[in-house]
């Protein structure tokens, strides 16, 4: 799935990034906790949040994450932008709920997840 | 090559940021982009326990021919248990460590799972060094 149909199947904003629209997107990781989010090794990978501080873009930077959604309408700082935007990486807004938002993904083609080699 | 920083225990804000910087370093010396993150997701993870559970401390990095070494110090209370530290989902961090997004109890064994050798000497009130090493040399280890 591209960039540009994750923004439409989530009635998205994008707010940087626009470079990416055409990027593939093969797996996503929705968490809050961005210490799970580096204990999930996945490439191309979309990261869904509700946590909206600095901490989300520079977790998505250490881990090669190039598209970050926020959730549950959340709106990211000028900041966050800035370093998002210096990073080359794309920003989404939405107004749908974690649990809304995966599903719709999951539904529109993002199949695969990370999942921890044992538990 | 060698870097220091100085991380500030005060300002959320700015947590993370050395290790966004390591990243970028080592990126600019052409090093495979596996190995920087796993050296980035490591040092990260340090940093961010540095600003949570001791107000800062100090941050060095030496690139070597066949290994990157990544050292952070902080005077901090120390860990009492290093053994249940070590232990994914324990925590002690403080409630609010949650609301920034971190505190799960993942940070050290997430630090353990990116570096081929992790030492950490902690004595409870003085403080607390975590060394990582990292080789350069691809397929090092399984995790690589």
């Known amino acids: ?119 | 090559m060698k870097l220091h920083y100085e991380v500030p225990g005060d300002d959320f804000s700015l947590a993370g940021k050395a290790s966004t910087e390591v990243k970028k370093a080592l990126g600019r010396l052409g090093i495979d982009p596996g190995i920087i993150k796993r050296a980035a997701v490591a040092m990260y993870e340090a940093e961010i326990n540095m600003v949570i559970h001791a107000g800062g401390g100090v941050a060095d990095v030496e690139i070597l021919p066949d290994s990157i070494l990544v050292k952070l110090e902080d005077q901090g209370p120390g860990i009492p248990d290093l053994e249940m530290a070590m232990q994914e989902g324990y925590s002690t961090a403080p409630e609010q460590a949650r609301e920034l997004g971190f505190g799960a109890g993942m940070g050290l064994p997430n630090i353990k799972r990116n570096s081929d050798d992790l030492h950490i000497e902690s004595a409870v009130g003085s403080g607390t060094k975590v060394s990582i090493t990292i080789k350069l040399q691809q397929g090092a280890t399984d995790q690589a």
Request: aromatic share 4%.
């Open chain 1, 1 to 119: 799935m591209k960039v540009a149909d994750i923004v439409q199947t989530l009635e998205g904003k994008l707010l940087s990034g626009e470079q990416l629209l055409d990027t593939e997107i093969s797996s996503a990781c929705g968490a809050d906790l961005m210490s799970d989010v580096m204990a999930f090794v996945k490439e191309h990978v979309v990261l869904l949040t509700g946590l909206v501080n600095l901490q989300a873009i520079r977790t998505a930077e250490m881990m090669d994450i190039q598209v970050i959604v926020f959730v549950r309408g959340k709106t990211p700082t000028k900041d966050m932008i800035e370093e998002a935007t210096s990073n080359g990486m794309a920003i989404i807004t939405t107004k749908y709920s974690m649990f809304l938002a995966c599903g719709r993904l999951y539904e529109a083609g993002i199949r695969t997840g990370g999942m921890r080699e044992s538990c």
